[in-house]
Structure formats: structure tokens, C-alpha cells
């Protein structure tokens, strides 16, 4: 199974930045880390996607590690907009794409 | 643009009924998917459709099918509806199936079972 663990929860104060930690330490060489977050009754929305490199978007930095048994979600600045529940992924395609395994994800709260 | 939408947002069924729940993929999107997510807990596959062929299926009952149209719109079915079938229920759409795309969720429709 696309395994992948993350701690149950987070805290974080507004306007300060939030690290994330993901491990998946049985990852194959093709298989992409996605993470989508849910904010409170809504769908989850799509964060960030990689492979080997780090990558960048208006969201989020997502940094792998170089053995890629581990990635990290950074929010470069933490608002209250960003309280919700985080989940990581390993994206393995081919006959199992469609097939996103959420884990129980980890709730961040961000404080005033 | 319009992002996934559902169909209704919410829905009361009884035990023993039928259900239809429907899915409108982000245009030009090929593929969709259905999740269930019970409260507390992260969502579950179900299934996957692509170019209206079925190209996955999670670890559900006979009870549950679906199909998708020519439009690229879908419909989940859940038959002799359980307690047990109350939850979130989740579509998601994608240009493709590649491992790199990600999926665009819509905000589900609530099923409550009395």
C-alpha cells in the first residue's frame, strides 16, 4: 500500500513559517509526492506535487529529501486561512492513478 | 473557470434506498474520481473513470457502481443504502492519469442514512 507518515498535529502562530515533516520510506524511484490540505467542510485542495527536485508554487515549497524517504511542505508564512488537515501522498500512476491514499493527515492550527 | 461540481450538497436517505449522486469534471478534464470520506477520517477511493472507461476500483461492496457520460460527467450509485453509508462524498477530476496530475476536488455532497 502507498504508505506515508505524518504527525497528528501541528501548531503554528500567524505570519510565522511551517515545516511540514512527511516520511515514506518504501517510495519507489517514480512514484510523486502529492499533498492536498482540507480546510473544514470543504473538498481537499491540491498543494504542491514533486519528484526528486524541490519545487516552488504560490501556495507552498515542497522540499524532498535527496534518498527521497521524506518530504517536507514548508508554508513560508503561516496565515489563519491555512488551519486545515494536510495530508502527504505517494502518487504511483500507471493502473493506480486515481487511486490517492490519504493516511489520517496532520491538523495544523495556526494562532493569532 | 468553474471548478468540480456536485450534485446535490446534500442528501437524506433512509436504510435500504437507492442513491445518485452526480459530477461535473472541470472542463476539458478526462478523468474522475470518487472518494468517501466518513467524519474523521481521510478520504477512501472508489472509483476512477477515464475517457468513460472504468480504470480503478477500491475495496467497496457490489453496491456500489458508477459510470461516466461522453460529457466526461459521472454518476455513483450506492444500492440498499446501510447506516454505515453516511459520509462525505467526493469527486475528483484530472486532464489525464498520469502520476504527475493532480486531482481537483469538489466539495462533496453529504449523505446522512436514518
Known amino acids: 500500500d502507498a504508505k506515508t507518515t505524518q504527525p497528528n498535529s501541528m501548531e503554528s502562530n500567524e505570519e510565522e513559517p511551517v515545516h511540514l515533516p512527511c516520511n515514506h520510506s518504501?517510495?519507489?524511484?517514480?512514484?510523486?509526492i502529492h499533498w492536498y490540505r482540507q480546510l473544514p467542510s470543504q473538498g481537499p485542495e491540491y498543494v504542491i506535487h514533486g519528484l526528486t527536485s524541490n519545487v516552488n508554487n504560490r501556495m507552498a515549497s515542497l522540499a524532498i529529501a535527496e534518498d527521497r524517504k521524506s518530504s517536507t511542505l514548508i508554508l513560508h508564512r503561516a496565515t489563519l486561512r491555512d488551519a486545515a488537515v494536510y495530508y502527504c501522498?505517494?502518487?504511483?500512476?500507471?493502473?493506480?492513478?486515481?487511486?490517492?491514499?490519504f493516511g489520517q493527515g496532520t491538523i495544523l492550527t495556526v494562532h493569532p | 473557470d468553474a471548478g468540480v461540481t456536485q450534485s446535490p450538497t446534500h442528501l437524506i436517505k433512509t436504510r435500504g434506498q437507492h442513491v445518485t449522486l452526480r459530477c461535473s469534471p472541470i472542463?476539458?478534464?478526462?478523468?474522475v474520481s470518487w472518494y468517501q470520506q466518513v467524519l474523521g477520517q481521510g478520504p477512501q477511493f472508489i472509483f476512477q473513470?477515464?475517457?468513460?472507461?472504468?480504470?480503478g476500483r477500491g475495496n467497496f461492496p457490489d453496491r456500489f457502481s458508477a459510470r461516466q457520460f461522453p460529457n466526461y460527467s459521472s454518476e455513483l450509485n450506492v444500492n440498499a443504502l446501510l447506516l454505515g453509508d453516511s459520509a462525505l462524498y467526493l469527486c475528483?477530476?484530472?486532464?489525464?492519469?498520469?502520476?504527475?496530475?493532480?486531482?481537483?476536488f469538489g466539495d462533496g455532497t453529504r449523505l446522512s442514512i436514518l
Open positions: 475528483a477530476s484530472s486532464f489525464g492519469v498520469t502520476r504527475n496530475q493532480p486531482q481537483h
Open positions: 518504501t517510495i519507489s524511484g517514480t512514484d510523486y
Open positions: 501522498i505517494r502518487n504511483a500512476g500507471g493502473t493506480s492513478y486515481g487511486k490517492l491514499t
Open positions: 473513470y477515464y475517457e468513460k472507461e472504468e480504470r
Open positions: 472542463s476539458g478534464h478526462k478523468s
